[in-house]
């Protein structure tokens, strides 16, 4: 993709058309405020660059029938979400359809250089399969703070090996196409924005629970960074002055008591002693155990199972209070791995917000799990990088 938007006017239809698919030029103007010759002149001029393409008539409204238009078919976006544990890769259409997708299991301790290795094989793997010829740009998450404007972690407290890594450089040489960098769970919110439970919603906060946690804040339709990008870090909120030591470096931080790996920790201790028969056993099986065994536990009516998620859903449910005091957002989304604990945890965390926010704002306030799990990370990565490719040069 060579082509880019030669202004304003242009973004919006080409983004228009990403969000709402072909389109007649009729039905384009009704949204944006150009005059009809303003519009032709400036559809036509998309056409010559090759970024849409004519669609066939369009519906009947009276008069001569308009051609619809479309994106070209041919553009293809890759989304790239790297979690603590795994790695989603997807291979998207300019409308970010998701036309193949591969999970792997990776470490993200393991270091840059053989995360991006596997990203690589599995983008191969994916233009292999026939979905792609190349890449017209990526959308990259990952599960730290990030310098937005250059594409770099920064000081990610579960990623040794990450810092100041030149995430966008690196692959935006090794894949061919231009790269965008960003917190995974801003990607979260972008995708389910899109195509999830926020798509009719402008102000949303988007939690997402896995080996740690995070917050993607949507205010007016846009993720809201901060001044350098470290808004939504809520996983390092103190909720226990002097309590457990996190992995940042400060205690007492919510992420030491409730995350996938907090989780994880509590049930093995649970297990080793003998407080859990349903705990004790599936350690003994494994060696270990993760938020999945304590979900099965809990599913099993196992009381140990259920406090535990309990009493992380409480103090997550804390935070996110305090959240919705300030931000008084239209919609909470809880996503990542650890919903899994389903609607056990959503209860806990329920409970708190409308026992301790105001009425005002919780009066309408729908707490939802996410519609599109492992999906939302690169889907928003496709969004991500859409949305820099479809703005003006």
């Known amino acids: 993709m060579t082509a880019r938007p030669a202004n304003a006017h242009q973004a919006r239809l080409l983004r228009l058309l990403r969000d709402g698919g072909p389109n007649s030029r009729a039905q384009l103007g009704d949204q944006v405020d150009l005059s009809r010759s303003k519009l032709a002149v400036e559809v036509d001029r998309l056409l010559e660059t090759g970024l849409v393409v004519a669609d066939g008539l369009a519906a009947s409204r009276g008069g001569r029938r308009s051609h619809n238009i479309r994106l070209a078919p041919a553009l293809r976006f890759l989304g790239v979400d790297i979690g603590a544990t795994s790695i989603d890769v997807a291979v998207t259409n300019a409308e970010l359809e998701v036309l193949g997708h591969i999970n792997q299991p990776m470490d993200v301790r393991e270091g840059p250089v053989t995360v991006f290795e596997q990203v690589l094989a599995m983008a191969a793997k994916l233009r292999a399969s026939g979905l792609?010829?190349?890449?017209?740009?990526?959308?990259?998450?990952?599960?730290?703070?990030?310098?937005?404007?250059?594409?770099?972690?920064?000081?990610?407290?579960?990623?040794?090996?990450?810092?100041?890594?030149?995430?966008r450089e690196a692959l935006s040489q090794d894949l061919g196409c231009p790269v965008m960098v960003d917190n995974d769970?801003?990607?979260?919110?972008?995708?389910?924005?899109?195509?999830?439970?926020?798509?009719?919603?402008?102000?949303?906060?988007?939690?997402?629970?896995?080996?740690?946690?995070?917050?993607?804040?949507?205010?007016?339709?846009?993720?809201?960074?901060?001044?350098?990008?470290?808004?939504?870090?809520?996983?390092?909120?103190?909720?226990?002055?002097e309590g457990r030591p996190c992995a940042c470096g400060n205690k007492g931080c919510l992420e030491a008591y409730f995350s996938g790996a907090a989780l994880a920790r509590d049930a093995e201790e649970a297990?080793?002693?003998?407080?859990?028969?349903?705990?004790?056993?599936?350690?003994?099986?494994?060696?270990?155990?993760?938020?999945?065994?304590?979900?099965?536990?809990?599913?099993?009516?196992?009381?140990?199972?259920?406090?535990?998620?309990?009493?992380?859903?409480?103090?997550?449910?804390?935070?996110?209070?305090?959240?919705?005091?300030?931000?008084?957002?239209?919609?909470?989304?809880?996503?990542?791995?650890?919903?899994?604990?389903?609607?056990?945890?959503?209860?806990?965390?329920?409970?708190?917000?409308?026992?301790?926010?105001?009425?005002?704002?919780?009066?309408?306030?729908?707490?939802?799990?996410?519609?599109?799990?492992?999906?939302?990370?690169?889907?928003?990565?496709?969004?991500?990088?859409?949305?820099?490719?479809?703005?003006?040069?």
């Open 271 to 393: 297990a080793r002693h003998g407080g859990s028969p349903e705990l004790s056993t599936r350690f003994e099986g494994s060696g270990r155990l993760t938020a999945v065994d304590v979900a099965g536990a809990a599913a099993a009516g196992d009381a140990v199972a259920l406090d535990l998620i309990r009493a992380g859903g409480n103090r997550t449910g804390q935070v996110i209070a305090g959240l919705v005091s300030f931000f008084n957002p239209g919609l909470v989304v809880i996503g990542g791995g650890v919903t899994g604990l389903g609607h056990t945890l959503l209860a806990a965390i329920r409970t708190q917000v409308y026992r301790q926010s105001l009425p005002l704002a919780t009066g309408n306030l729908p707490i939802v799990l996410g519609e599109l799990g492992p999906t939302a990370g690169v889907i928003g990565g496709a969004r991500l990088i859409s949305d820099h490719l479809f703005s003006p040069a």
């Open 132 to 167: 792609a010829e190349g890449f017209d740009g990526a959308g990259i998450g990952v599960p730290g703070p990030v310098r937005f404007p250059e594409g770099v972690p920064v000081a990610p407290p579960i990623m040794p090996g990450w810092d100041g890594f030149p995430v």
């Open 185 to 241: 769970v801003n990607l979260m919110a972008m995708g389910e924005q899109h195509a999830g439970v926020a798509r009719s919603v402008g102000d949303f906060l988007c939690v997402k629970i896995g080996t740690g946690i995070g917050c993607g804040i949507v205010v007016g339709g846009d993720v809201y960074r901060g001044t350098t990008g470290s808004a939504g870090d809520i996983g390092h909120i103190q909720v226990e002055p």
